[in-house]
């Protein structure tokens, strides 16, 4: 019974921690960046560390799909410029055609 304490407090850390790993995931994600991270982060949001897995599951199923189109594979690795209609990440669109 003394233990329950302590490991409360280190479910806590572990749970925020993890937490911490998949935000900035998605946020690289966001980015075409990262992902081998992002597959590591959208399948951690499946343990149920929290209440909050009840809306983390769903997103880390949608995100591993997602990640595994062949479109955004390709805009990982650089073959293609982002999604359609997008210039490279990190790059503004180009200008609407001057008779716009």
């Known amino acids: ?51 909050c897995c009840i809306l983390t599951l769903p997103f880390g199923i949608w995100a591993l799909v997602v990640l595994n189109n062949a479109e955004v594979k390709a805009a990982f690795q650089g073959q293609r410029g982002g999604f359609p209609g997008m210039g490279a990440p990190g790059q503004m669109p180009p200008p609407p055609p001057a008779n716009f």
Request: charged residues 10%.
């Open 1 to 51: 019974a003394k233990l329950g304490k302590p490991v409360g407090i280190a479910w806590t850390l572990v749970g925020t921690l993890v937490c911490a790993l998949i935000l900035f995931a998605a946020i690289q994600m966001m980015k075409l960046k990262g992902r081998g991270l992002a597959i590591t982060a959208s399948i951690l949001s499946f343990i149920p560390l929290n209440m």
